[in-house]
């Protein structure tokens, strides 16, 4: 099986941002910080983004928002946690999702909340990647105020990166699941799915699935393709890993060798499930069928097999 390597980093990758770890229990600086004028701010809203720029034809950009505007906002309450430095500037995100409208405390002018995943970002964008980062730990910190071993109350620790349980003591760190996701080919077709949760009735993806305990990636690969589709695979090679904080997962992406051909596909997780051509994948509208969007791993392995072929 020829390798095929991934020709660009992939969207929500090529973060900027300096995390300097060593500064998170340094309460004295980081409380300087929080305070201090220029330092940089990426809100979340619901699960939002503040971006700029998302209407038909522009060009999609984070909004940072300064000291200033976020001292109103830390004053209200809401979750907070140190990200890193942006070359000299400190970067915290802030979750304001109790707020149940944002244009009193964020300017309407300055974007707007979106859903990451519904930017089009397209291609690597630093910035996305930092949004990404945000949404992602502001999600877990809201998720886990409670300790899961004896139900006692959290408290955050290390400027966001530990909620302590004020009960038992247990340090709980964030958490981001595996899951692997695959393009398995035979000659010149690759195999696609259609998830039962796909908003989008004609889109087909490679398939893809949670890493199980005690399970490498490889093995990982080969039985999520077996239980899905049936198809029986061989060689499994690495192609390049996403974060995709939707909400807490990172991508590990891969091609897989299709040793079968016969697909059975288990109807509580796809729809459908096809052997598609290069000429069909290249032509997918004149085929009735849609990609995975721009931004998603899934797109990127498509391409590059393409690219190969």
């Given amino acids: 099986m020829t390798r095929i390597f991934a020709s660009r980093d992939n969207v929500y990758s090529s973060s900027p941002l300096d995390r300097i770890h060593t500064r998170r229990d340094d309460h004295a600086w980081i409380a300087e910080k929080l305070d201090h004028p220029e330092t940089l ?3 979340v809203w619901r699960s939002r983004n503040l971006v700029r720029g998302t209407e038909p034809g522009a060009v999609p ?3 940072y928002i300064d000291g200033d505007t976020a001292a109103a906002l830390r004053a209200t309450g809401g979750n907070w946690a140190f990200l890193g430095m942006l070359e000299d500037k400190p970067v915290f995100g802030i979750d304001i999702s109790h707020h149940e409208d944002t244009a009193p405390i964020v300017p309407t002018d300055l974007g707007t909340f979106t859903d990451l995943r519904s930017v089009g970002w397209g291609e690597p964008r630093p910035e996305a990647s930092v949004l990404a980062h945000a949404r992602g730990l502001l999600h877990w910190r809201t998720r886990h105020q409670f300790c899961g071993i004896c139900g006692g109350k959290c408290e955050s620790k290390s400027s966001g990166h530990v909620m302590r349980c004020t009960a038992c003591n247990t340090d709980h760190f964030p958490r981001t699941d595996p899951a692997v996701i695959m393009l398995v080919h035979r000659g010149d077709k690759a195999l696609l799915g259609h998830s039962t949760r ?4 004609t889109m087909y ?11 490498t990636l490889e093995e990982a690969v080969r039985r999520e393709v077996l239980e899905e589709s049936a198809v029986v695979c061989g ?3 690495y192609h390049s890993s996403q ?3 939707f909400p807490g997962n ?18 509580e997780e796809l729809k459908d499930a096809r052997w598609f051509s290069r000429d069909e994948m ?16 899934a797109r990127r392995l498509i391409e590059d097999w393409l690219a190969a072929g």
Wanted: with cysteine; proline share 10%.
């Fill in 282 to 297: 290249r032509n997918c509208d004149k085929h009735g069928f849609q990609l995975p969007r721009a931004d998603s791993i």
């Fill in 61 to 63: 950009e984070a909004v």
């Fill in 243 to 245: 974060p995709w904080p």
């Fill in 235 to 237: 060689a499994v090679h």
């Fill in 250 to 267: 990172v991508m590990l992406g891969f091609y897989a060798e299709g040793l079968t051909e016969d697909i059975v596909f288990d109807t």
């Fill in 205 to 215: 993806s490679t398939l893809a699935g949670f890493v199980e305990p005690g399970e």
């Fill in 41 to 43: 701010f990426v809100p």
């Fill in 198 to 201: 796909f908003p989008r009735g």
